[in-house]
């Protein structure tokens, strides 16, 4: 019992410094994104953002829809020790699995650069985008030795080495007048960047070209079901694009894109959450009451950060956001707070993936991915077609809402019941702290000071909101009040 509890204590330890690592890490990619979104809004036009999206999407829709297996995840949910011998199965699967990402890609060239009427320079930023996707494939399974002991600091310091790259090299080309190729040649050196630090800070690393089907098989536990989801996310990643060019220009992808990267800065934070709570959690399988109370704790934690995070960001977009990037996003910013919705609802939904996946469950999961991505097309594409970019919006909230509460039905028997009424809680809190804030905080100051009176106000009104909500609270207040009164009595008498 006492090596049990020591156990669990270290992992709740370890959990605790990845965390704050993680946190320190998302902190420092706030300050360098904002600062790249500044510098490139006043340099770049929203056809580049436009263009590189559109690259971008594709790529992203390849690497969903090529197998892995599930293996990464059975590497990181997997009880025992990882030999060397299966660390070597698994890089060589995730080289070929690259391969194989970049020669899908050039072979979509044509119809890619057909579809959207691109030309010869498109064509060769996607050749790019595919040595780029290869070159990434050597860093999945260091960084993945790195998550599943725990050992986040490492993992935090290649993420910003990564992300110094990535931004630099952005603003850097950005200035030199490279246009679209600043977000094409920088997306290459984070790849680089990555993986050459992942391998420095992971001795442990072996690599071998040779497939080992028989020592695979064991991580096969994540397989369909994983795949599934993950061509989900495929479908999904290649819809959303096509659909938005059947109704608008490459001008308003490109913003529509610009506003969403945007809403999606503290989504770093949201994932933290996961990435720690998924391989702690995967320690704790044999225990369900300790199961539960971490996986209970750390959804708590998360629905809190990411009500407060979020809210600020969607505040932000009256005064601030206007004023700091400029006329040229005016009209967009508008639907920074519909994005933001979005967006959270989306990070809160991962969370529980960590619990599906932690118990070698994937299934549930997958299968709420598939109905996401089809009642996600059918309204989106009913509400662009009569509503507009305001439509396109709106629909990403009311689906995420949709499968949010769809996703907690299925996660009843692996958390503590009051877990929901936080989560319920949580969301109306912060839609009420932001419609006050935005209806009632109407400043004509300098925006910097407008903003930050609104931010002032809008967790003023979260923490009394949330006081006024929290029933346990106020059945303690009341006792605490009739506990005086009845002292009050008796020292009268």
């Known amino acids: 019992m006492n090596s049990e509890t020591n156990s669990y204590k270290s992992i709740l330890n370890s959990a605790g410094v990845g965390l704050k690592s993680l946190f320190l890490r998302s902190i420092t990619l706030y300050i360098l994104r904002a600062i790249s979104l500044l510098v490139l809004s006043k340099l770049l036009i929203p056809k580049d953002y436009g263009t590189f999206g559109i690259l971008n999407s594709y790529l992203w829709s390849v690497i969903y829809f090529v197998p892995d297996f599930g293996l990464i995840n059975g590497f990181l949910q997997k009880k025992d020790r990882i030999t060397t011998d299966e660390v070597k199965a698994q890089s060589s699967v995730y080289f070929y699995w690259g391969v194989t990402v970049s020669l899908i890609i050039i072979c979509l060239q044509p119809f890619i650069l057909e579809k959207h009427s691109f030309g010869t320079q498109e064509s060769q930023m996607l050749l790019v985008l595919a040595a780029s996707a290869l070159i990434n494939s050597f860093q999945i399974i260091p960084k993945a030795q790195l998550e599943r002991s725990l050992q986040f600091e490492k993992v935090t310091k290649i993420e910003i080495y990564e992300s110094l790259s990535l931004y630099l090299t952005q603003i850097g080309l950005a200035f030199a007048g490279f246009g679209v190729w600043s977000f094409v040649i920088a997306f290459s050196t984070r790849a680089t960047v990555g993986t050459l630090f992942s391998i420095y800070y992971n001795r442990g690393f072996s690599f ?173 594409y009913f509400s662009i077609k009569y509503y507009g970019v305001m439509g396109y919006f709106l629909s990403l909230s009311f689906v995420e809402i949709i499968i949010t509460i769809f996703t907690i039905s299925k996660s009843k028997r692996s958390l503590h019941p009051g877990i929901y009424l936080s989560l319920i809680r949580y969301l109306i809190i912060t839609l009420l702290a932001f419609l006050l804030t935005d209806h009632f905080i109407n400043l004509t100051l300098h925006p910097v000071i407008s903003t930050t009176l609104e931010c002032f106000a809008f967790i003023a009104l979260f923490f009394i909101l949330a006081l006024g909500l929290h029933f346990g609270a106020i059945r303690d207040t009341k006792s605490i009040i009739f506990k005086i009164v009845r002292k009050g009595k008796n020292g009268l008498k």
Not at 222 to 249: D, E, G, M, V
Not at 311 to 324: E, M, N, R, T
Not at 365 to 374: G, N, T
């Open 208 to 380: 071998s070209l040779k497939l080992d089907i028989k020592i695979l098989k064991i991580f096969w536990n994540f397989s369909i079901f994983t795949q599934l989801f993950k061509l989900a996310q495929s479908l999904r990643n290649l819809i959303i694009p096509i659909l938005l060019a059947a109704f608008f220009q490459n001008k308003v992808i490109g913003e529509i894109t610009w506003v969403v990267g945007l809403a999606s800065i503290p989504a770093t934070l949201a994932d933290n959450f996961h990435r720690v709570i998924f391989p702690s959690l995967s320690k704790l399988q044999e225990s369900e009451d300790q199961f539960k109370n971490f996986a209970t704790k750390g959804l708590e934690y998360g629905f809190l950060s990411f009500s407060i995070i979020f809210g600020l960001i969607a505040v932000s977009y009256k005064s601030f956001a206007p004023w700091l990037f400029g006329d040229k996003w005016s009209e967009i910013i508008t639907y920074l707070p519909f994005a933001t919705l979005a967006i959270g609802l989306s990070r809160t939904r991962y969370l529980f993936a960590s619990i599906f996946y932690s118990k070698g469950d994937s299934k549930v999961h997958s299968l709420i991915e598939v109905l996401h991505v089809i009642i996600q097309f059918i309204i989106s």
